[in-house]
């Protein structure tokens, strides 16, 4: 800890119980990702210091539940290996599938994903626990479609429907998912609509350049955390032929103004509800964030581009000297 919060520790008659050799976090967010890192390590140390003790559920449990609310699948994936190895019917072990499943998803190793989310799946069944495995199925699948892999979403899915065969309301879902991801390769929807300062949006204008269409709202908090990374690919792209186009489910178009206004978000808008046209049906568009790239020729290309593999999609596309030339 920096002496000058030191000296406003003292002078707040404040005893600082934690000393960062950094420098404190800049947000909230990051104040609790390092505290819950540090209770993981903790957690971790326990477990392997007291393989007998009799609340060592208890010490997996927190340990996977925070594993999974911050996606650290792969550096924690020999607990859920070790739990499932030593424990296969243990009441925590439905959670350590999930870290195993979701760290071989990670790694990039889909086709081992598929194989425990597949032994998951067969433990699974009863009508309780419905909401639970498609929860998880929507995880893997996401993950699975933002890295192109549309064939392991729709393996997801299907397997999830047949241990839930009698759900008329997981039919429907299902079905919703596997429509949204025949969109890819396809044509997008050229539907025309305007955007909030009443200037024409017409996907027909924007060929021969990569586009981003986007649909989020300001009352969305996933939505609202991607916006910086957005912001960045914009930057970073845009000259090289990239364009956004936000999409947004809000109630009034003063909520989208006001929030592009304070946050500097350059790309145009278009508000659903008065745009002229619904693209949120047009799209097949169920939960937000929802990602739709369309390529140089009309073709909808990726789904669900979000978080670090924005930017790996994007930069191997405008590294790709065919790319850069078709984009201007």
């Known amino acids: 800890m920096k002496p000058r919060t030191f000296a406003l520790f003292a002078l707040l008659g404040i005893t600082p119980l934690v000393a960062w050799a950094d420098g404190p976090p800049r947000s909230v967010a990051e104040l609790q990702a390092a505290h819950d890192r540090a209770l993981c390590v903790d957690l971790a140390s326990y477990i392997a210091a007291n393989p007998k003790a009799g609340d060592l559920d208890q010490a997996y449990m927190a340990l996977f539940d925070k594993v999974i609310e911050h996606d650290w699948f792969v550096e924690n994936e020999a607990f859920a290996k070790q739990y499932i190895k030593t424990y296969p019917e243990g009441p925590v072990a439905a959670l350590a599938r999930i870290v ?48 192109g892999e549309y064939a392991v979403s729709r393996q997801v ?38 955007d909030v300062k009443g200037a024409p949006v017409r996907l027909t204008d924007l ?21 910086p990374r957005l912001q960045a690919a ?72 979000r978080g670090p593999v924005l930017d790996q999609t994007l930069s191997k596309l405008f590294q790709d000297p065919a790319v850069r030339r078709t984009s201007r």
């Open 100 to 147: 195993a499943t979701m760290a071989r998803a990670h790694a990039g190793r889909y086709d081992e994903a598929l194989v425990r989310y597949k032994e998951l799946m067969a433990s699974l069944g009863r009508a309780e626990q419905e909401e639970f495995a498609s929860n998880f199925a929507d995880s893997l699948a996401s993950s699975a479609t933002a890295a």
């Open 234 to 305: 914009y930057a970073k792209y845009h000259d090289a032929g990239l364009e956004i186009v936000g999409v947004s489910l809000d109630e009034s178009k003063a909520a989208i103004t006001d929030f592009a206004k304070s946050r500097g978000i350059p790309w145009r808008q278009v508000h659903n509800a008065s745009g002229g046209a619904d693209l949120v049906d047009a799209y097949g568009v169920k939960t937000i964030p929802a990602t739709f790239l369309i390529d140089p020729r009309g073709v909808i290309t990726r789904l669900e581009l």
């Open 207 to 227: 060929r021969g350049k990569y586009v981003l269409i986007d649909f989020w709202a300001t009352w969305c908090a996933p939505c609202v955390g991607e916006m």
């Open 157 to 194: 899915y299907e397997v999830l429907l047949n241990r839930f065969a009698d759900s008329t309301t997981l039919r429907q879902k299902i079905k919703d998912e596997l429509t949204r991801l025949d969109l890819v390769g396809k044509p997008a929807p050229m539907v025309s609509v305007t």
